[in-house]
């Protein structure tokens, strides 16, 4: 439920056009649903298109700017690879105002 808000968010322009979005949730292996990014990003695609009329071009250009890192909330490292990805982001001049964690089923 949150991917199509924040989807909707940025396409009516309260988040910075700029904006980068993370995952995070722990892996497939960890009992988690996603392993890599280009899963969460067709995850995101197929949460956000269950809006009518959404432009297609709009969804494929914000799920690129998705990302994400698996891991356990309880690690340490896990939680300091999460920062460094958001901080490389940053230093490369990219915005990251929003962290979306993904619901475990």
Known sequence: KILPAVFDLWTQGHLPHDVL????????????????ESEFRQHVRSHVQLGRGRDEVAISEFAERCHYVTGQFSDANAMQTLLREIEAQELAGRRCVAVCTLAER
Do not use: W
């Open 21 to 36: 979005l993370f995952g995070f949730a722990r892996p497939r292996d960890g009992g988690g649903t996603l392993s890599t």
